[in-house]
């Protein structure tokens, strides 16, 4: 069994002049299969809140207050991982071709998918929450645009250290690629 260590005991050994830590999120096991109306899709780089745009990891205290280290970094950038996180579990989900911005492909996509996220923070209460709105353009000419707000919560406990934090970040955007799918997408 896999033994993490809490945030702060992390924090506080790389404080000690220990080396910098980086987590990296593991891709979360993908919803099912979810037939879409359109053939191809792009992900344009999700947009963050200020501080989910850094590479410290703020975990959101009993109080409200954010709190990050400089010592305890995300493996990647949030922004280009969780574009990249999101346009993987939209691929395996919708078995249609899916890329991030700009589209590499021709012709161009059918659809184009933005997400604008105001949450996406892990808290001691126990969950990893994510919130936003997305929209979908419909660039075939179907007129199937779409725009749609999004809460999701995946447990998580009040003790969490950096690895279950990171896949509760993982299992989360799954879960927004799941919905994408099933209700901006069909």
Do not use: H, N
């Not at 506080?12 to 891709?27: F, K, Q, S, T, Y």
């Not at 990893?128 to 707000?149: E, H, I, T």
């Not at 990171?166 to 799941?178: E, I, N, V």
């Amino acid at each position: 069994m896999k033994r993490t260590l809490p945030l702060a005991l992390v924090a506080l050994l790389a404080a000690c002049g220990g080396p910098e830590v980086r987590i990296a999120v593991p891709p979360a096991e993908a919803p099912e299969r979810v037939g879409i109306g359109f053939s191809s899709i792009e992900v344009r780089d999700i947009t963050l809140p200020t501080y989910a745009q850094s590479e410290s990891i703020f975990v959101e205290e009993a109080d409200g207050t954010l709190v990050g280290s400089d010592d305890l970094l995300w493996a990647d950038d949030p922004q280009r991982a969780a574009t990249l996180e999101l346009s993987r579990a939209l691929a395996e989900i919708t078995d249609v071709p899916v890329a991030p911005e700009p589209w590499p492909f021709e012709p161009y996509p059918a659809a184009r998918v933005e997400v604008r996220v105001e949450e996406f923070v892990a808290s001691r209460s126990g969950a990893f929450r994510l919130a936003g709105q997305y929209f979908v353009a419909a660039l075939d000419g179907s007129g199937r645009d779409r725009a749609r707000l999004f809460r999701l919560s995946v447990p998580l406990a009040v003790d969490a250290g950096p690895g279950q934090i990171a896949a509760a970040r993982g299992q989360a955007m799954a879960a927004l690629a799941d919905r994408i799918a099933r209700d901006g997408l069909r």
